[in-house]
């Protein structure tokens, strides 16, 4: 299985908006509403932004919304802050055994 | 809220084995399927296997199949994986992960894992 497609990196200055491709096949995210995204900042652990496409766990900013058409997911950060700079990665459950994740885009805040 | 600590992790010679562990607290590790996922330095994340909730059923990434065996221990909350005949490609970060929406909703601070001779 191979790794979803992202761009390597994205930016943005305070306030803007931003929004991250993530690209895959009809058989991980063309197949399965079980898209999800995730923020790592350096030497830490990721943190779940987005499940299920487009749900948002509690104490997540409605500044991170996601969607998906077809074979491609996209995250959206509205209203850049610095705190936003980051690796972001998509992920894809393909059935009950098995999760291929994204190659992962670096944020940066102008 | 379920809170996740590894432990486990070293320097190991390449052929080598070692034993990773996650303590959990807050919930039961029985409760939830639980993962492991790692990060080679300067890389990205890649699912290395999941254990259920029956205790049984369990997966693993191509990349450690036949390698690597996950498990669990429910009178002490805690998530193993065993890994043997390690390679160089297998120096990363590990990760243990609740999982949780189909994804993995709350995660460890991670262990690092070095294979060298």
């Known amino acids: 299985q191979s790794a979803l497609t992202q761009p390597p990196s994205a930016s943005g200055s305070p306030g803007q908006s931003i929004t991250i491709s993530c690209t895959g096949t009809?058989?991980?995210?063309?197949?399965?509403?079980?898209v999800s995204w995730f923020q790592q900042h350096p030497g830490k652990a990721p943190k779940l932004l987005i499940y299920e496409v487009f749900k948002r766990p509690s104490g997540v900013p409605d500044r991170f919304s996601a969607s998906k058409s077809g074979t491609t997911a996209s995250l959206t950060v509205s209203g850049l802050q610095a705190e936003d700079e980051a690796d972001y990665y998509c992920i894809s459950n393909i059935g009950s055994k098995n999760w291929v994740f994204g190659t992962g885009t670096k944020v940066t805040v102008l | 809220e379920v809170q996740l600590l590894e432990s486990g992790g070293a320097l190991v010679q390449p052929g080598g084995s070692l034993r990773l562990s996650c303590a959990a607290s807050?919930?039961?590790?029985?409760?939830?399927?639980m993962s492991w996922v790692r990060q080679a330095p300067g890389k990205g994340l890649e699912w290395v296997s999941v254990i259920y909730n029956d205790g049984v059923t369990t997966y693993y990434g191509d990349s450690v199949k036949g390698r690597f065996s996950i498990s669990r221990d429910s009178s002490k909350n805690t998530l193993s994986l065993q890994m043997n005949s390690l390679r160089a490609e297998d120096t990363a970060v590990y990760y243990c992960a609740k999982n949780g929406h189909y994804t993995f909703d709350v995660w460890g601070q991670g262990t690092m894992v070095t294979v060298s001779s």
């Open positions: 009809s058989s991980d995210v063309g197949a399965y509403d079980y």
């Open positions: 807050g919930s039961s590790v029985s409760t939830s399927a």
